[in-house]
């Protein structure tokens, strides 16, 4: 949802856009810190093994190492990509 707004400002802002579009997109799949992004998410909240407050939690840290390797990462996923 966020990538076709990103690639327009991008483009407007004179950068190429594979590089925002694809951070957006990696970005994007990082949502678990919520009970309701991953139907997997979903599914351990809805059966009530697994409180909010633990989700909550764990998935924080989840997010937080997601964003750290997003920022490492993808330099160098992009200059395989680009290097093809």
């Given at each position: 949802?966020?990538?076709?707004?990103?690639?327009?400002?991008a483009?407007?802002?004179?950068?190429?856009?594979?590089?925002?579009?694809?951070?957006?997109?990696?970005?994007?799949?990082?949502?678990?810190?919520?009970?309701?992004?991953?139907p997997?998410?979903?599914?351990?909240y809805?059966?009530?093994?697994?409180?909010?407050?633990?989700?909550?939690?764990?998935?924080?840290?989840?997010?937080?190492?997601?964003?750290?390797?997003?920022?490492?990462?993808?330099?160098?996923?992009?200059?395989?990509?680009?290097?093809?």
């Open positions: 949802m966020i990538v076709p707004i990103i690639v327009p400002v483009i407007a802002a004179g950068i190429d856009p594979f590089v925002p579009a694809l951070a957006a997109t990696f970005a994007a799949s990082f949502g678990f810190m919520l009970s309701v992004p991953t997997q998410n979903a599914i351990v809805g059966s009530g093994v697994v409180p909010i407050t633990k989700t909550i939690r764990s998935g924080a840290s989840f997010d937080v190492l997601g964003a750290i390797l997003i920022v490492v990462l993808l330099p160098g996923l992009i200059d395989l990509v680009l290097d093809v």
